[in-house]
Every structure is written in C-alpha cells, then in structure tokens.
C-alpha cells in the first residue's frame, strides 16, 4: 500500500475506534478527577508523593541534568515511547493493562495537581503552564495509545469467543502499528520537545522554587 492510501486510512481508523476513544479519555479523566479528590480531602504525606514521583521520574531527571536540550528530548520521548508500546502490548491480555496504566496514570497526574493545589499554588495557572503545554501531544498520544491496546484486547477476547475471525484480527493489528508509527510516535516527538523547552521553561520562570515535595 502506497503511503497517501496509508495516510488517508489513519483518519477511518480513528473514526473506526471514536468509542474506545471516548471509552479510554474517560478512564484518564476519572483517575486525574479521584486522584486530585483523594488527594485533597485526605492529603498523605507528601514525601510519599515525592517518593513515588523520584522512582517515576528521579533517575531520567538526574539524567537530563547534564544534557543539552536534543539529549532530554530524546530521553523523555524513548520514555514515553516505551509506555505507548507498552499499552500496545498490554492489550493481548484482552485489553485489561492498557485500561489500568491509563488510570493510574491520570490518577498520578491528579494527586500531584491535589498537592500542587494544597501548597498554594493555583490549579489553573500550573495545568496552563505545567501540563497543557506539551500536554496537548502528549495526552492525546497517550490515549491513543492506550486506545490501541484497549482495541486490540477487545477483538482479541471476540476472537477467543467465536465473535472475530482471524483477518480481522490481522486488520486490526495493521491497523495498530499504522496509528503508532503515524499518529502516536509524532505526538510523543513533538510532546518531548516542547515538555524540555517550552514547559520547562515557563515552569522555571513562573514557579521557580515555589512547589516542593518534601
């Protein structure tokens, strides 16, 4: 297949898979929204956040430290390209991996805005500077991802239950990689880059030292 047929058959994959979309946003959402509830009517102690945050992130942070810009952005978007091809992974277990990475993963992202909102800083201006940024890649590269894997395990238990035949299931696999290579891996590229330049950046300039997790 020639590469405008592939272009043009991303967009029907996407529309194909509006519901496991609708499906895995919801899953993010409800994991930011209880994990920033959790967090703020029963606040643990913020050094387990720091914690769990310096396990999560410590080692390619300290990492970073001595890199130049391209260094960092090719580390974090190798990070977040392996927890897209995870997600994809996951899905062979009937999709059940995929669904619990995207909420704890959104349940990460709304305990630590409970602490950032606990410490006194607005919510609004940290989600404006801190996460929309390179947000708004990469989220979405996230959720399709997670959309992905969630996908391939539904069709994979229809498979195992008589409902799928095996070309569909080769389609869909198809049409996975197809959505990776073409949606996915560009989001998390252009995410990466901004996150290291733009975000941090304006984190440093706007925030400075104001947030600790201690």
Known sequence: MRAPALLARVPKILRASRRYIFFTSILFVTGVVFGYAAFRRHPVDSSWLFFLLDQKFGPMARAMSTMHVTG?????????????GLLVAGGVAFGVLPMIMVFLNGLLVG???????RQGFGLVPFILIGILP????????????GTLGIRLGFNILGYQRGRQQ????????????LVLALVVVPLLMAGSLVE??????????????ALRWH
């Open 72 to 84: 960092m952005a090719g580390m974090v978007f190798w990070n977040n390209l392996k927890a897209a």
């Open 111 to 117: 305990m630590v805005s409970g602490d950032v909102a």
């Open 134 to 145: 390179h947000g708004m890649f990469e989220i979405p590269g996230y959720i399709i991802g």
């Open 166 to 177: 095996g070309r569909g299931i080769r389609a869909v696999i198809l049409d996975t990689l």
């Open 196 to 209: 290291v330049t733009v975000t941090r950046h304006l984190v440093e300039w706007v925030m400075g030292g």
